[in-house]
């Protein structure tokens, strides 16, 4: 791989059935879209796994191909079984890299701060004085 090709992606670009696709690299203004249709799926993703995340969620994998193809949802789940899998392997493959070392350790990052905030109200709950007196 030449130097120029690290920095500039090259598109990936397939033909299914009777269109030319051209699978689309994540970029930060599609991102928040990806991740609400990704997060059922989100573990299967990491590992690349692409059979155990259209077993989990055959819908959310229709959504993340469309939104990466530049398709329709409707046009992606009406491809043959074979092709929408192909089609997915294919997104998870261009995008795996910027995901795994981006997406990932933010989402871990900003999922730790919310288990020490959820840690602190929990501690402070338990910590307080609780209106126990019964009046008879």
Known sequence: M?????????PTRLHVGDRRIEVKQLSLEI????????????????????MRAVGLNLRACQSVTALLTGQDVSW??????????????????VNHDF????VIPGMLETLTRMA???RGLTQS????????????
């Open 125 to 136: 709950m338990t910590s307080s004085p609780q209106d126990t007196t019964v009046e008879t």
């Open 76 to 93: 992606v789940a009406g491809l043959p079984f074979k092709d929408q899998v192909h089609l997915f392997a294919t997104c998870l493959e």
């Open 99 to 102: 995901f795994v070392a981006e």
């Open 2 to 10: 030449d130097e120029l090709s690290k920095v500039v992606a090259t």
């Open 116 to 118: 020490s905030f959820v």
């Open 31 to 50: 991102l928040p879209e990806f991740m609400a249709m990704a997060t059922p799926i989100l573990n299967e993703l990491m590992l690349r796994d692409v």
